[in-house]
């Protein structure tokens, strides 16, 4: 299971201070917890800086990779950003993302066929988001063909089934539970992604669902996850569910956090 | 007369309850305008200001405002035609190149409750659509959504349209959708910004002078 850590977004108002602030210190901070915490790649969004975005973008890869040996997920729905992003960008990047919109998908096309990386191909259809499990899946399908052809490899394919609120629509945690089922079956070496905190978005105890959530979805065969991995509580519940469902040989990788204290609470 | 058990009808979205109310309120020689204003419009406001406090959550909001529409079909008969008044009219969308819904759904909902007209242009709004609808409906609110950064450049571009047909001063602009803040309200231009749907009513009243 590939871990994406989310932290550093400047939609959270500490991040967004450092950015500003041109912070280095405290972003690396955020860097190592994620790292050290388990992340394979650091997430970095910059996107509520309309004007800036680019620019801050820019400074946050290099930031983290001065600091931490991982790659990133470059984090923008801007063709621009990304390609400005990338030229930072040591090792191969995760491109997040691309999608079937006519314009985004023409713009961004060219930026993730570029060089090798692993891109995130979002289930929207060309002019709505995605209600149903059938609508995710041929989206999907959609966006494999099209980037295959392309000679993307199916393996560097990210499919998020693009979470939407349980609040608003209850049919909506199975909408995309069915999908990632779906598109595991029927591609075989795509990947699935998604992340967790939009499925609580209305409701209490918004950790908890995020929580009981990716459990469902590692169930249905989930390969990767964009997560806080510094909450202790949902990197036990992920690598207990794991183990559960027989993806964890040995028991080997709960028991090593466990050894390394990961799993213990705060 | 007392409405009581309507507003807790609708508060608890009791479809069923709700409407039988809303109907024994008519028959016992009720005013609807009366009616909607002190019984289905003060319910939404006590369920708006119970969600902004954190003390309801969305599904239970929506279920009041799904019992609220149910009473409103049930009592529009009982008025004399067209005379059911509105607290103003506001025109609303995600914009251009922008798909998201789901938050701006919400708002019209809440805004629909508190007694606004509603006319909703739906997602990927250009600016000339907003123009034109606005000018059309003599609207006094626009709601504009945005849920990317990519999109967001659109808001500045509907008030530049706005204000190039001359009709900037007839409307107030409120925006609103995850990536934007209040200062981005404010340096392109729009009277308020809304975080979420209990206060997009909030901001729609304050700008109309409604208490």
């Known amino acids: 299971m590939l871990i994406v850590g989310e932290n550093i977004n400047t939609s959270r108002r500490g991040i967004a201070e450092a950015v500003e602030k041109q912070d280095a210190e405290f972003i690396v901070q955020a860097a190592k917890n994620q790292a050290d915490a388990g992340a394979d790649f650091i997430d970095v969004n910059a996107g509520t800086f309309v004007d800036r975005e680019t620019e801050y973008l820019c400074w946050l890869v290099k930031t983290v990779q001065d600091a931490v040996d991982l790659p990133l997920c470059l984090d923008s729905p801007s063709p621009d950003a990304l390609s400005e992003a990338i030229k930072h960008h040591r090792g191969e990047p995760m491109i997040n993302s691309i999608s079937l919109e006519k314009d985004r998908f023409d713009a961004m096309l060219p930026i ?155 | 007369m007392s409405y009581q058990t309507l507003l807790d009808a609708v508060i608890k979205g009791d479809i069923k309850t709700a409407t039988e109310e809303t109907l024994k309120a008519v028959d016992a020689g009720g005013n609807a305008q009366d009616i909607l204003d002190q019984g289905l419009i003060e319910a939404m406001n006590i369920v708006g200001d119970k969600f902004s406090k954190g003390a309801m959550f969305v599904p239970q909001m929506l279920r009041s405002a799904k019992t609220m529409q149910e009473c409103v079909e049930a009592l529009k008969p009982h008025f004399q035609e067209n005379a059911m008044t509105t607290k103003g009219k506001i025109v609303i969308g995600t914009v251009k190149g922008d798909l998201h819904d789901i938050g701006k759904n919400l708002v019209r909902m809440m805004l629909e409750g508190a007694g606004f007209s509603i006319i909703d242009l739906g997602v ?16 006094d609110v626009l709601g504009m959504s945005a849920l990317l950064s990519t999109t967001m450049p659109s808001m500045t571009k509907t008030i530049k349209a706005l204000v190039d047909s001359g009709l900037r001063d007839t409307v107030k602009v409120i925006v609103g959708g995850a990536p934007v803040t209040r200062k981005y309200a404010e340096d ?24």
């Open chain 1, 112 to 266: 993730v066929t570029a060089q090798p990386c692993r891109i995130v191909a979002l289930c929207m259809t060309e002019t709505a988001m995605p209600v149903t499990i059938q609508e995710r899946v041929q989206a999907a399908g959609e966006l494999i063909h099209r980037l295959t052809a392309e000679g993307v490899a199916p393996t560097n394919i990210y499919i998020d089934p693009l979470v939407q609120p349980v609040s608003v629509d209850t049919r909506m945690g199975n909408a995309v539970l069915g999908a990632i089922k779906t598109i595991m079956n029927d591609f075989p070496g795509v990947n699935t992604i998604c992340g967790l905190s939009n499925i609580s978005y209305g409701l209490p105890m918004r950790r908890l669902i995020n929580s009981t959530f990716l459990s469902l979805c590692i169930l249905q065969g989930l390969s990767a996850a964009i997560l806080d991995p510094t909450d202790k509580r949902l990197m036990a519940n992920l690598l207990s569910t794991r183990m559960i469902l027989g993806k964890d040989e040995y028991c080997a990788d709960f028991i090593d956090a466990y050894q390394n204290g990961i799993l213990i609470k705060d």
């Open chain 2, 124 to 139: 990927d709004v250009p600016p000339e659509v907003f123009v034109d609808k606005i000018k059309e409906a003599k609207a």
């Open chain 2, 188 to 211: 392109i231009g729009a009277d308020s910004y809304a975080p979420d749907a209990g206060s997009a009513v909030l901001e729609a009243k304050k700008l109309l002078n409604i208490s």
